[in-house]
């Protein structure tokens, strides 16, 4: 089949009692965008009306992602490009179908514009990804399904393709993690490659972009294809949104995702704002780390983990690993001897009035129970952040009820000591967190998404 383009991409599935407004950030005028926020599993979301995947398929495809990051921090990515010569040709070109679902599926959403005048569009949100992509028309050959309309740059008097010799299409490498190419009418093509040979395809675009009420012109990005219209990146890279945004709202975000359970038990709504318009005395600060191997990504330390307000007995080498805080991993990875640690203490007390049950997908400690039941007996747990910030978990954000009577522990170990640690949505689900780059901070606050 010959294709324009064949898109190819899964969706890759937040110490000071009070929040410092950054100089750099006051010297805006314009006050914060504040956006509303959806899990999948929310009667507002994207999957509403389309058949949510199996939670064990869910949590496959996170396990999928986990193993792409880390595969970007080792440079042992294997993946390439496809080849210049599929690229250059921009008439037609052939490429493999193959919908790349081992990347995961992303679970947060919030509703922008694009174009002149704008057409609206859900899009994934994902603090593990650099650039933002969003599925367009012409569909006359092969577009993935998806819910609501592509967008038509045709009907937009904005829309404009960037060409080869921009400083956009230059740093796509860095945002995408391959080298651009160039049409043979010097349109900017990007190529976003996977371990699994998914990959998506398309021009390096740039339109004017709605939030809210808000317009902002010279917006970049490329195609994505999936359930939702595309995704928007969040990580430090100068493609992403939040550094398009920064010009005019500052280097901060703040987001607070809505809990959600498998079973339908929806929590309160989301928000993603950019900017920061006041202080909220609830937050606790850890430092903003950075890795020279992945700079994109928010890097963070855990200094412990308490089970019963009783610290985990294990040596502060053990939680020596590289940590990130990411929207798009659904449950968290900790080292080896550290989840070990947690699952022991967490089982001993469940089990003594709940029966194990057998494994459930990367859940290996799991009781036959009602989330209720469970989390009746289920002792406090927290995550004890370096500079001071914690983490006191809810029963939602430690367990989950993954089938009618079956509850498992929402924690996963690494079996490779050198793999990353990452502390995933279900564990900062109904936090208010802010991630003020300019300081080199990230900040929480407890009290759920109001």
């Not at 006050?31 to 926020?37: D, S, T």
């Not at 995947?53 to 990051?69: E, I, N, T, Y």
């Not at 005395?281 to 308490?306: E, H, N, V």
């Not at 459930?360 to 400690?365: E, G, K, Q, S, Y």
């Amino acid at each position: 089949m010959e294709l324009l383009f064949s898109l190819f991409l899964a969706l890759l599935f937040a110490s000071t009692s009070s929040i410092r407004v950054n100089q750099e950030v006051d010297q805006f005028k314009h006050p914060a965008l504040h956006l509303p926020l959806y899990h999948t599993q929310d009667s507002h979301s994207l999957q509403s009306s389309a058949k949510p995947l199996p939670f064990s398929q869910a949590l496959a495809l996170d396990d999928a992602r986990v193993k792409f990051l880390n595969s970007r921090i080792s440079k042992k990515n294997s993946t390439s490009s496809p080849r210049s010569s599929q690229l250059i040709n921009e008439k037609s070109t052939n490429l493999p179908l193959n919908p790349g679902q081992s990347l995961g599926v992303g679970n947060y959403y919030t509703r922008i514009g694009l174009g002149t005048p704008p057409t609206y569009h859900l899009v994934v949100v994902d603090t593990g990804s650099s650039f933002s992509w969003i599925q367009c028309e012409p569909c006359t050959i092969y577009c993935h399904p998806q819910v609501g309309s592509h967008f038509n740059p045709s009907s937009s008097n904005t829309y404009q393709r960037l060409s080869c010799d921009t400083s956009q299409c230059s740093s796509l490498k860095d945002a995408t993690l391959n080298s651009p190419k160039c049409s043979s009418s010097n349109a900017c093509i990007y190529a976003a490659a996977y371990g699994d040979q998914s990959f998506s395809v398309g021009y390096l675009s740039k339109e004017s972009l709605t939030l809210s009420s808000e317009s902002i012109p010279g917006f970049v990005f490329g195609w994505l294809f999936g359930k939702s219209a595309g995704l928007v990146g969040l990580a430090r890279n100068q493609l992403s949104m939040l550094s398009q945004l920064s010009v005019k709202y500052g280097k901060a975000f703040s987001y607070c995702l809505p809990t959600a359970m498998p079973l339908g038990k929806i929590g309160s709504g989301g928000y993603l704002s950019f900017g920061i318009t006041g202080s909220n005395p609830g937050y606790k600060f850890t430092p903003m780390l950075s890795d020279s191997r992945d700079p994109s990504l928010y890097f963070i330390k855990i200094s412990a983990i308490s089970v019963s307000g009783k610290a985990l007995s294990l040596p502060p080498s053990d939680y020596n690993v590289p940590t990130i805080i990411d929207s798009g991993t659904v449950i968290s990875r900790l080292a080896g001897p550290v989840y070990s640690s947690l699952r022991e203490e967490v089982v001993k007390i469940v089990s003594a009035k709940y029966q194990m049950a057998e494994a459930f997908a990367i859940f290996d400690a799991c009781f036959k129970g009602s989330y209720d039941e469970i989390s009746a007996v289920l002792p406090s747990v927290k995550l004890l952040l370096q500079g001071g910030a914690e983490l006191s978990l809810a029963p939602h954000n430690v367990i989950m009820e993954v089938e009618k009577g079956t509850t498992c522990l929402a924690f996963a170990g690494n079996s490779n000591l050198r793999d990353i640690a990452i502390i995933g949505n279900q564990q900062h689900q109904g936090f208010d967190v802010v991630y003020d780059i300019a300081g080199s901070r990230i900040g929480f606050a407890s009290g759920g998404c109001s």
